[in-house]
């Protein structure tokens, strides 16, 4: 069964005005760590800057002291060029120190450029080739299921991944299982290290495929805080079959002058412009707020 997210007004309550803060504070722990190396994955960072708020911040249940806390709910991030995100929504949630995100890159840190489980608390799995999450997810599901655990699955996979037949073989293992504990969230950017996603390889109508292969599946704007926690929010009761999230982003949200780069799957900012991208976030920050604070 699909559903489209229901999207009814939400007023700018405390849960939500706290979320966009943190989407706020990941971008900008982002765009801080891209600078050390002067170059990276920053247009999917800040895409998928939302959504790393809300399932850190509103929807895992998770305890940061204690990232291996056996009853926590795994977040699985497959697309393991993303791990800049990751590491800024982890230093977001109190996982790692603020501080430490200034090593991100360099010789002997625990945050490399692409994610390893062994190098860094909280992250779940190493990412590489493409393809591999929700395999991996499939099976973490089913052991806990086999232990008796209340913990869930959590799987950020890509636009890009859709294109590997592995990817397409888990989704029928979980429904056949009736894998109700793991939920897919899908990163829509419509790009790829190739190109445009559509030209590399079409995958529309993306929310039907998920549909053919027996989940629950709905749609959102990936980058509007009040639809990702109606849709989270909705799928809180939901039982029979695995769930997936399917999220439309924006390259570079937050920062203009990203949102419009040609080059945008692997970005290199010239050494003035990430002064600039932090001060264009924080403009777009700030009026969004004065908005709000308006409307009520």
Known sequence: MSTQAPRTVVS?????????ES??????????????????????ALGVADILAVVYQDVLNHRPA?????????????????AIALYAALAEAGVLDVAELATYGSDDSRLPMSGMASYTPGMEISGGSLGHGLGV????????????SDARVYNLLSDGELDEGSTWEAALACAHHGLDNVTAIVDVNALQADGPTKGVLRTEPVTAKWEAFGWHA????????????????SLREHRGSPAVVICDTRIGCGVPMLETREKAHFMRVEEPEWQLARDQLTERHQIAVQEEGTAR
Do not use: C
């Open 66 to 82: 204690e990232p291996d806390w056996p009853q926590r709910d795994r977040f699985l991030l497959s697309i393991g060029h993303y």
């Open 23 to 44: 989407a706020y504070r990941i971008r900008m722990h982002a765009l801080d760590m891209g600078e050390t190396q002067g170059q990276g994955y920053i247009g999917q």
């Open 218 to 233: 709905i749609r959102v704007d990936g980058n509007d805080i009040e639809a990702l926690v109606e849709a989270f929010d």
């Open 12 to 20: 700018a309550t405390p849960r939500i005005s706290a979320l966009k």
């Open 137 to 148: 997810a499939t099976g973490m599901a089913l052991g806990l299921r086999h232990q008796g």
